[in-house]
C-alpha cells in the first residue's frame, strides 16, 4: 500500500517467525495487543471489552510477542515497542523487563519529547506518553530500546507460558448492548 518493496506482511504467530529469522532484522515494530485505554474517547465498544483482569492478560501476551522479538533482532538492533494504553503493567512495566534483559532505552528526539509526557517510573524517563488533552490523538505509549551488543536475556517461556487468563463472556453481551445504544459525540 505504501509501495515499500523491503516489507513483508504475515499472520505467523511470534514464534513460528522467530523460527525462521534468528538473530536477522536490525529494526523491529511491536505495536502490541493491549487493553486499549487510550481508545475510551474514540471507541466505545473498547470501554465494553475492558475488563479488571484486562492489563495483566494483555501484559502476558506482550511478555510472548517480545521474548520471541528478541530471538529475532541482532544485537545492537532497535525495537520500538508501542501500546495504545494508560496500563503501566502494560507500558513502563513491559520496558523495565526489557531493560534487566540486555536493552537499553534510547532517548527520543526533542520534538517527540516536546509533544509527550516522560515514562512514570524512574528507569523509563525516556519512555514517551501521549495524552488526548496534550496532543491531537488519542492515548499512546512508545518508547525505543536498544539491544546490547552482548545482550544475554533472562526472558523464559515461563515469563508468559501461564497465559490462561481469560475474559469474561459477558463481554460481548455488553458490546451488543452499546452497539444499540445512540452515542451522541
Not at 466505545?44 to 522479538?69: G, V
Not at 532517548?107 to 488526548?132: M, Q, W
Not at 488519542?138 to 545482550?151: I, M, P, R, W, Y
Request: hydrophobic share 30%; with cysteine; aromatic share 10%.
Amino acid at each position: 500500500r505504501l509501495g515499500l518493496n523491503n516489507c513483508i506482511v504475515t499472520s505467523n504467530s511470534p514464534k513460528e517467525l522467530a523460527d525462521n529469522f534468528n538473530e536477522y532484522f536490525d529494526y523491529i515494530l511491536v505495536d502490541a495487543p493491549c487493553s486499549g485505554e487510550g481508545m475510551f474517547r474514540k471507541d466505545p465498544l473498547t470501554i465494553c471489552e475492558w475488563q479488571e483482569n484486562t492489563p495483566e492478560m494483555n501484559s502476558l501476551r506482550q511478555k510472548e510477542i517480545l521474548f520471541y522479538a528478541d530471538k529475532m533482532l541482532k544485537n545492537g538492533g532497535k525495537l520500538i515497542y508501542s501500546t495504545c494504553t494508560y496500563s503501566q503493567k502494560e507500558d513502563e512495566d513491559i520496558v523495565e523487563m526489557m531493560l534487566g534483559n540486555g536493552y537499553q532505552l534510547l532517548k527520543p528526539n526533542e520534538d517527540v519529547l516536546n509533544n509527550s509526557r516522560r515514562g512514570i517510573t524512574d528507569n523509563t524517563h525516556f519512555a514517551c506518553r501521549f495524552y488526548p488533552f496534550d496532543n491531537i490523538g488519542e492515548g499512546q505509549f512508545v518508547c525505543l530500546l536498544q539491544k546490547e551488543n552482548d545482550a544475554k536475556s533472562n526472558m523464559e517461556v515461563s515469563d508468559f507460558a501461564e497465559n490462561n487468563v481469560k475474559l469474561d463472556t459477558k463481554q460481548g453481551k455488553k458490546a451488543k448492548k452499546l452497539q444499540n445504544l445512540k452515542i451522541e459525540t
